[in-house]
């Protein structure tokens, strides 16, 4: 899966807005404009990017190991 991809899977997950910002270390408000579309996973910086893919894998391995 591309990286954009698995950002937006995180995004459509249904773990909260706050918990995705203090979990991963990206601002609240940054992770609200992505899931209302008012900010592009495009535009993110690579540093943004990393958090939150890093979270997700994080997610999903602890997802697996349930």
Known sequence: MKIKDEI?????????????????GVSQPAITYLRH?????????VDT?????????QVKRSTLQK
């Open 8 to 24: 937006q899977a995180l995004l459509n997950t249904d773990i909260s807005t706050s918990k995705i910002a203090k979990d991963s």
């Open 49 to 57: 990017a990393q958090k939150l893919l890093d979270y997700w894998e």
């Open 37 to 45: 579309g008012q900010r592009s996973i495009d535009r993110l910086s």
